[in-house]
């Protein structure tokens, strides 16, 4: 299969001048290196030990994982730790911290292409591909969650001999249509997105097999110029689609609080304040992927420091957005003088002996750590911004908690207050869907192209391409 | 091929590494009064559809029926089985609650937009479809990688192999002239870049 040549001399000259309009582009490369060095991750590399050892960590999580399920189907949900008055813990806390991870995915990939950022065009995809498996994680808790999932498809509106339909008035129910549109057009997008990549890794693939697979998925693309027309259309169309729905979705995931009546979750904060935990803990999750997969596949190109600068400044944004939402709280409720609201939140701020410690922990993570990023410094440390990201990812999952069991571990009647106690089940349960998500992710990094290409070529000065010269 | 049956064309492909050779050449070819024809590139490349004659694309009008189907499906979805076929009082709220539907609704137009949005631009394209008779070509293949092809094809009333191939080879800075076989060759061979440029005149 013919491979492609080298950098022609004019397209190294013209790409020497590494001005600050061309930061986000990959200094020194053409149309063959970007193809050839990414392209070759997928197909010119022999899978390494340090990809082995990984899978094999998250492979073990996901077994593990595998039998708390069947534990539980067995069991039922009296294996975790919720009962009255708090109901819903754990299972509910990993539904809303992932479905948040899975938001920084589209968020990158819809409104940045609006706004024509370049920087996306190094990280779109892994920020897709992190937002599918985000949102497969997210989607097995609230089944689990159900006590007889095999009934799941209860929630869907189906003729039914029973002759019910479910109560569509119900934001348990919006969840449903939300979620479940939000995966179905995330995959959709990151689907359409590889489509010429896969065409690309067709023509390269030496291998009867691979030709096969990839050709296959390609659907015979053939990178025709009128074809291009209206792909570009529908990508930018499903785009302006996917900007709303991105906000929509964790909008009706708050609504599973806020449409209740609990001291604490009924507000009308909740949905801008949930998008923007969101946007926080999914841009924390991308740079913290993007960070080893640099170092380990030698995309330094491609995913440079100035990329991970702007994501930094992008965390400090939207640890601003989550901490307005949560002195926005604070002191609507001082204000509204509501004697149970109040009592909740004294109890979130100094309630030692329940979850205060948690809060403040909280704080530190989700406000005070982001800080650092006021220095310029530290936006291009590699180190300093792991360690942020891993604990605002931390910090986002306790704030989930708490906004989730103060409320309910404090509600009106005195008499069925009540303090909820993790068992060993609920922790399995959460540590084993990192395990799918770690062995996805991985089998996406060694099967798929994790940057995109096409997006790569066009970006490339003199290319004409749709983001060249903006 | 055989020597002695001329094999049927489908078209005469010039090859380009640069898009502004691209560009060139395509205005050319439609200025000669060219239409059937098509340009590959490795990346969708700005205005260069409208150089080949393409005019707007029909996508936004599916999405927008697509969206409008959506949002009402998912609002008269709700409604019927709410207020008509299962009446169900639920804290003495009207049975055509609208303001509650409204979530479901949206998620539906939005569901239905996308899947238009992909679906028409699928179909409109004429995809999936695995074979092709560029595919015969094999330099083709960098198409999805670092070059650019103009491929005029032979359904133009205006094509004519011989006079077409030598208004393509008069194309400035072009790498090579291809014809490109309806049929893929007959047997399975070991070609190399640099052997199948058959037809080239420089």
Same mark, same amino acid.
């Given at each position: 299969m013919p491979r492609a040549?080298g950098?022609?001399?004019?397209?190294a000259?013209r790409?020497?001048?590494?001005?600050d309009?061309l930061?986000?582009v990959?200094?020194g490369?053409?149309?063959a290196?970007?193809?050839?060095q990414?392209?070759?991750?997928?197909?010119?590399r $022999?899978?390494r030990?340090?990809?082995?050892?990984?899978?094999?960590a998250?492979?073990?999580?996901?077994l593990? =994982?595998?039998g708390?399920v069947?534990?539980l189907l067995?069991k039922?949900? @009296?294996?975790?730790g919720?009962?009255v008055?708090?109901g819903?813990?754990?299972a509910?806390? %990993? =539904?809303v911290?992932?479905?948040?991870?899975g938001?920084a995915?589209?968020?990158i990939s819809?409104?940045l292409? #609006?706004?024509?950022?370049?920087w996306?065009t190094?990280?779109?995809r892994? $920020?897709?591909?992190?937002?599918i498996?985000?949102?497969?994680c997210?989607g097995t808790f609230?089944l689990?969650h159900?006590?007889?999932?095999?009934?799941?498809?209860?929630l869907?509106?189906?003729?039914?001999?029973m002759?019910l339909?479910p109560?569509f008035?119900?934001?348990?129910?919006?969840?449903?249509?939300?979620?479940?549109?939000?995966f179905?057009v995330?995959?959709?997008?990151?689907y359409m997105?590889?489509?010429?990549d896969f065409?690309?890794?067709?023509d390269?693939?030496?291998k009867?097999?691979?030709?096969m697979?990839? @050709?296959?998925l390609a659907?015979g693309?053939?990178?025709?110029?009128?074809h291009?027309?209206r792909?570009?259309?529908?990508?930018?169309?499903l785009?302006?689609l996917?900007?709303?729905?991105?906000?929509?979705?964790?909008?009706v995931?708050?609504?599973?609080?806020?449409i209740s009546l609990?001291?604490?979750?009924h507000e009308t904060v909740f949905p801008p304040? =949930?998008?923007?935990?969101?946007?926080?803990?999914g =841009?924390?999750?991308?740079i913290?992927?993007a960070i080893?997969?640099?170092?380990?596949?030698g995309?330094?190109d491609?995913?440079?420091?100035?990329?991970?600068e702007v994501?930094?400044?992008?965390?400090?944004a939207t640890?601003f957005f989550?901490?307005?939402?949560y002195?926005?709280?604070?002191?609507?409720t001082w204000? %509204?003088g509501?004697?149970?609201?109040k009592?909740v939140?004294?109890?979130?701020?100094i309630?030692?002996?329940?979850y205060a410690?948690?809060?403040?922990?909280t704080?530190g993570?989700v406000f +005070?750590a982001?800080?650092l990023?006021?220095i310029?410094?530290?936006?291009r440390?590699?180190?300093?911004?792991?360690v942020v990201?891993?604990?605002v990812l931390a910090?986002?999952w306790m704030?989930?908690y708490?906004l989730?069991?103060?409320s309910?571990?404090?509600?009106?009647?005195?008499?069925?207050?009540g303090i909820?106690?993790?068992?060993?089940?609920d922790?399995?349960?959460?540590?084993?869907s990192?395990?799918l998500?770690?062995?996805?992710f991985? #089998?996406?990094?060694r099967?798929l192209p994790? +940057?995109?290409?096409c997006?790569m070529r066009?970006?490339?000065p003199?290319?004409?391409?749709?983001?060249? @010269?903006? | 091929?055989t020597?002695?049956?001329?094999?049927k064309l489908?078209g005469?492909?010039?090859?380009?590494a640069s898009v502004?050779?691209?560009?060139a050449?395509?205005r &050319?070819?439609?200025?000669?009064g060219y239409?059937e024809?098509d340009?590959?590139?490795p990346?969708?490349v700005e205005g260069l559809?409208?150089?080949l004659?393409e /005019?707007?694309? &029909?996508v936004?009008?599916?999405?927008?029926?697509?969206g409008?189907? /959506?949002a009402?499906a /998912?609002?008269?979805m709700q409604?019927?089985?709410m207020?008509?076929?299962?009446?169900? *009082?639920?804290?003495g709220r009207?049975l *055509?609650s609208?303001?509650?539907f409204i979530?479901?609704?949206?998620e539906?137009m939005?569901?239905?937009?996308?899947?238009?949005a992909?679906?028409?631009?699928?179909?409109m *394209?004429?995809?999936p479809r695995?074979?092709h008779?560029?595919?015969n070509v094999?330099?083709?293949? &960098?198409a999805?990688?670092? &070059?650019f092809?103009l491929c005029?094809?032979a359904?133009?009333p205006k094509f004519?192999?011989?006079r077409?191939?030598?208004f393509l080879s008069a194309a400035e800075s072009h790498?090579g002239i291809?014809e490109?076989?309806?049929?893929?060759?007959?047997a399975?061979?070991?070609?190399?870049?640099?052997?199948?440029h058959v037809a080239v005149?420089s």
């Amino acid at each position: 299969m013919p491979r492609a040549a080298g950098a022609s001399p004019a397209d190294a000259a013209r790409q020497t001048a590494a001005s600050d309009e061309l930061r986000y582009v990959p200094v020194g490369h053409s149309f063959a290196s970007v193809t050839d060095q990414i392209s070759d991750l997928v197909l010119g590399r $022999a899978t390494r030990m340090g990809w082995y050892v990984t899978f094999a960590a998250g492979s073990f999580l996901l077994l593990m =994982f595998s039998g708390v399920v069947v534990y539980l189907l067995a069991k039922g949900v @009296g294996i975790w730790g919720i009962n009255v008055p708090v109901g819903w813990c754990f299972a509910i806390t %990993s =539904f809303v911290w992932w479905i948040g991870i899975g938001h920084a995915g589209t968020l990158i990939s819809a409104i940045l292409v #609006l706004l024509h950022q370049k920087w996306r065009t190094s990280i779109n995809r892994i $920020a897709e591909a992190m937002t599918i498996f985000a949102v497969m994680c997210a989607g097995t808790f609230p089944l689990l969650h159900l006590g007889r999932p095999w009934y799941f498809y209860w929630l869907l509106p189906y003729p039914n001999t029973m002759k019910l339909w479910p109560q569509f008035r119900s934001a348990l129910v919006w969840d449903v249509f939300a979620v479940s549109t939000y995966f179905t057009v995330s995959l959709m997008f990151w689907y359409m997105g590889m489509i010429p990549d896969f065409a690309t890794l067709r023509d390269r693939a030496t291998k009867k097999r691979w030709q096969m697979a990839y @050709g296959m998925l390609a659907m015979g693309w053939r990178n025709s110029a009128r074809h291009w027309h209206r792909y570009q259309m529908a990508y930018l169309l499903l785009a302006g689609l996917a900007t709303p729905l991105v906000i929509s979705v964790h909008s009706v995931v708050s609504s599973d609080f806020a449409i209740s009546l609990e001291p604490g979750w009924h507000e009308t904060v909740f949905p801008p304040y =949930f998008v923007a935990g969101a946007l926080l803990s999914g =841009f924390a999750m991308v740079i913290a992927l993007a960070i080893p997969m640099r170092h380990y596949y030698g995309i330094k190109d491609f995913i440079s420091l100035s990329h991970l600068e702007v994501m930094a400044k992008i965390l400090l944004a939207t640890s601003f957005f989550t901490s307005y939402g949560y002195f926005s709280e604070q002191f609507i409720t001082w204000i %509204s003088g509501e004697t149970y609201d109040k009592y909740v939140y004294l109890n979130i701020l100094i309630g030692w002996r329940q979850y205060a410690v948690i809060t403040w922990i909280t704080l530190g993570c989700v406000f +005070i750590a982001p800080q650092l990023f006021w220095i310029p410094r530290f936006r291009r440390n590699e180190k300093v911004l792991f360690v942020v990201s891993v604990l605002v990812l931390a910090g986002m999952w306790m704030e989930r908690y708490l906004l989730i069991t103060t409320s309910l571990s404090r509600d009106f009647l005195p008499s069925s207050w009540g303090i909820f106690q993790p068992t060993i089940w609920d922790i399995l349960t959460y540590v084993g869907s990192i395990g799918l998500f770690v062995v996805t992710f991985l #089998l996406f990094c060694r099967f798929l192209p994790m +940057i995109s290409m096409c997006e790569m070529r066009g970006l490339l000065p003199g290319s004409r391409g749709h983001e060249e @010269g903006r | 091929m055989t020597p002695d049956a001329k094999p049927k064309l489908f078209g005469l492909m010039a090859e380009f590494a640069s898009v502004d050779a691209l560009f060139a050449a395509t205005r &050319r070819a439609r200025q000669a009064g060219y239409r059937e024809m098509d340009a590959y590139t490795p990346y969708a490349v700005e205005g260069l559809a409208e150089e080949l004659g393409e /005019g707007k694309t &029909r996508v936004p009008v599916v999405v927008l029926i697509g969206g409008l189907v /959506g949002a009402g499906a /998912g609002f008269l979805m709700q409604y019927w089985s709410m207020a008509v076929d299962y009446p169900f *009082n639920a804290g003495g709220r009207p049975l *055509n609650s609208w303001p509650a539907f409204i979530p479901i609704a949206f998620e539906m137009m939005i569901l239905v937009a996308s899947i238009s949005a992909f679906l028409s631009m699928l179909f409109m *394209n004429d995809l999936p479809r695995p074979h092709h008779p560029l595919f015969n070509v094999p330099q083709f293949a &960098r198409a999805s990688q670092d &070059r650019f092809f103009l491929c005029i094809e032979a359904t133009d009333p205006k094509f004519d192999a011989e006079r077409t191939l030598e208004f393509l080879s008069a194309a400035e800075s072009h790498l090579g002239i291809v014809e490109v076989p309806m049929d893929p060759p007959a047997a399975p061979r070991e070609t190399s870049i640099e052997q199948t440029h058959v037809a080239v005149m420089s």
